[in-house]
């Protein structure tokens, strides 16, 4: 966004909480953590330079890897000039006079600004549970999206962590083996699918290096934003046997290309094609795990597939369970009662442990909004205004909050899709729409409420035809007590999403009001 608007010759200021760039892979340095969309496709599309000169070493690009190609771009497009690091903004406060935006830093410095836009990530406000006891535990607790620097030697730890979602199934597969012990506290069993990485070889990088502009092509005009085939046979042609047989192909294969094994969203809205799927898992699950005991606690029963983000099983997850050194405690059944000053007690048991790790995810896709404190017309917040579940159009804008633009906000296809494709679809309009104004002479734009209700309705008539409702997710903030439970991200696809919001600007910025301040 900075570097796109720079071109077009505004005034761009960043301000980033973080020391550096890198967002997510700036935070999540815990052990295991890895991207599943695949490398070749998670990285920037815009600028050929780009993705021809950098080399990704592994299908599935790890932190740290993701952490150095991030800051290779910024230098690369010099981007640090204008990014003001460790700097976090505590409100910001829309004047309708004037149309502008007054954003307050945490030292009190001030900022002024025509528009304002919000490049916080969806999956960036960790959330960390309520427990009693915490402040009095004697041992290191740690939540693997604030994970210290450095690395941590667990060789002599019992080691305790909550939460078996994408980040714990990753931490749990590479820490299992190398603490003392490990206790994994598990509310809800998972779907994880193998993500069968390796190394990229010098020929496939070739073969991807010729394939570039059709692999974006065709990524771009998919529901996932991820350039894969899938049986074009509907699900309903075929009898269950075949369906497995697919089904195995594709657990070959490995990663979305699973959940992509039919017709796109198949999947997450015909249930008894879910139904095939899902048992599919369960059997695998159950011929991973030697006691029988311990795979039945493994083996998701209360959820369809996909209804909560699908994790990917990178380095044995399931057989981890096998080790003698790591055990599985099912807080679904005894509840986690409160920490205490050397572990954790259950209803039923005590667990002591040296060092405690939180894979307890995110207040998801409005917690670092709202953490901003944003005010718009009529003294309303956005706090406010959210009570009832996010309100957006096309998930870019809210109506009430003219100038304010969200990046992957709530509403558009974002998490359920490869990131980068749809940050740069979101700052493409963003910034084709600012041009626009400019053009125009425009210098206020807000969303017109009849088109932000429709919206909304839109997003959730589409969610409700799938299996979305049947889990409780962070796709529908039901991790966070007493969140307002609503499906947030726009389930239609990125390939469709794409095109309505290309209508919406091609059609004079249809549905959004565009005015002058002074008139
Ligand atoms: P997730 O997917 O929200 O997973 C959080 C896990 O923590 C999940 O297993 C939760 O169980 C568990 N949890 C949360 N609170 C508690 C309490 N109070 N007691 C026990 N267990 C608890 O977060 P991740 O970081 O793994 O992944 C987030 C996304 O990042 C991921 O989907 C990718 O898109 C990248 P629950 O399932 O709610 O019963």
Redesign the pocket.
Known sequence: MLHKLREQGLDVRVYEKGAEVGGTWYWNTYPGARCDSESHIYCFSFDEGLHREWEWSERYPEQPEILDYLQWVADRLDLHRNIAFEREVTSATYDDETATWSVELADGERVTTRYFVTAVGC?SEPFL?DFDGLDAFEGEWYH?ARWPDGEIDFGDDHVGV???????IQFISEVGGQADHLTV?Q??PNYAVPARNRPLEDDEYDEIRENYDDIWEQARDSRLGMPFDHEHETDYGLSEDEIRDVLEERWQQGGFRFLHSFEPGSILSNPELNEVVSAFIREKIRGKVDDPETAEKLVPTDHPYGSK?PPMDYNDYYGTYNRDDVSLVD?DEHP?ERVTADGIRTTADHYPLDVLVF????DAMTGAILAMDIEGKNDQTIEEKWEAGPRTYLGLMTSGFPNLFTITGPQSPS?LTNMPLSIEQHVEWIADCIRYMDEHGYDRIEARRESEDQWVQNTNMLAENMLFSQA?S?YRGA?VPGKTQVFTPFPGGLDNYREICARVARDDYDGFELERASG
């Open positions: 999956l549970p693997t909550i939460g078996t979602g994408s980040t714990g506290f509310r809800t983000r807080v986690i894979a307890t995810g995110f998490v409780k962070w991790n």
